[in-house]
């Protein structure tokens, strides 16, 4: 698989795959680490969350772990797989290239030349 044929990815995929790759949570974790580390606003309600886990499961970019037995089964965890973690990589990558070819350009405050 190669993780750059799927970027770039919406921000609430890289959050999701970024707090995974953490440690592994159950929805309601991922919908309140999601929620603290984003500055931008992503907000997850439970039926779309589900949905998204459900594709990146399908993608193999994460998986779902056996049920636990103290938790009675109610709770569905989920953790990173490698190919997610490549994914979370090359698009960290990707923005970290994105920021460095920006930077120029808002060091002389957008007054380089123009066509």
């Known amino acids: 698989m190669d993780a750059h044929e799927h970027l770039p990815l919406a921000p609430r995929d ?11 949570l159950h929805g309601y974790g991922i ?16 039926a779309n969350l589900y949905r998204v886990l459900r ?4 993608s193999d970019w994460i998986r779902e772990l056996p049920e636990a037995d103290d938790e009675g089964g109610r709770r569905r965890t989920y953790a990173i ?32 030349k123009r066509s």
């Open 81 to 112: 797989t490698r190919s997610g973690e490549a994914v979370v990589r090359a698009e960290v990558a990707r923005l970290e290239r994105l920021i460095d070819q920006t930077r120029p350009a808002l060091a002389t405050g957008g007054r380089g």
């Open 14 to 24: 890289l959050l999701i795959l970024a707090v995974l790759s953490e440690a592994p």
């Open 55 to 58: 594709r990146m499961q399908r």
């Open 31 to 46: 919908i309140r680490a999601v929620e603290e580390r984003s500055q931008s606003g992503v907000l997850l309600d439970p």
